[in-house]
């Protein structure tokens, strides 16, 4: 639980890095936190849901963390840097590492288990209201104990794993504090070090993983809530077709 210890206490710190921050209203690309925009130098985001909590070093890169994932004992940080910062698109690269610990709730006491992520997300800012994006990833998966992991969604029995993906979105705003968002990912399934697929609630390894996601957001000052609802084809095959989702953050 150290590890987990520093990475917050750096975060917190870092809140203090003097700057101009941006807090009013919602810009297009705020919807997605996965892609191509990062935050404004000084600026900090305190995620709940599904936005993470992150803070902008540079106007061009920031790190972060999603402290809600330590009450399932993973640790996560991540750091994102926008390489291209345009009036008309944006291209960013992201990397993430999850850590789950074997002291961590049951379903992740098989054995410690960690995961290194890599994305490239494009954004093409069509006019102030309207933006498109798309990005690719892959992921990297390590087992460093011996053991099964399951984690009810994935499932893994090998020393190690491996899967890359693609996805695209768009956000429209209306006005400067109100945003629509929809996004669809796909992922090819995840191969271990010996070859054999594994399994994700129940779908064929032949099968692709996706999820689509639509969600209305608004901004009030430094507030932001988003109300939608999701689809996953691994909640598909258990009868689950659409889910509702709430993304709750703040951003000062």
Known sequence: MKT???MISALALLTALPGIAHSDGL????????GADTLRRGETQVGLTIHPMAVGLTDRLQISTHPILLLLGVAELGAK????????FDLSLAGNY???FADGPSALAAGNRGQLDGSLAFAWHANPSFTLGARASAARSFIYDDGKVDLGIARLEASGASGVGGGAWTDVAFGQHDLLVATFDMLQPLVDDDGAAV???GVRPSDRHWQASLMYAHAWE???LGLGAFSNSALVADGH???PMVDIWWRF
């Open 4 to 6: 987990i210890s520093t």
């Open 222 to 224: 430094s507030f932001r």
């Open 98 to 100: 999850f850590h789950m």
């Open 241 to 243: 077709e659409v889910m």
């Open 81 to 88: 840097l926008k390489i291209i910062d345009g009036n008309d």
């Open 27 to 34: 810009r297009p690309g705020d919807g997605d936190p996965n």
């Open 199 to 201: 399994t994700v609630n």
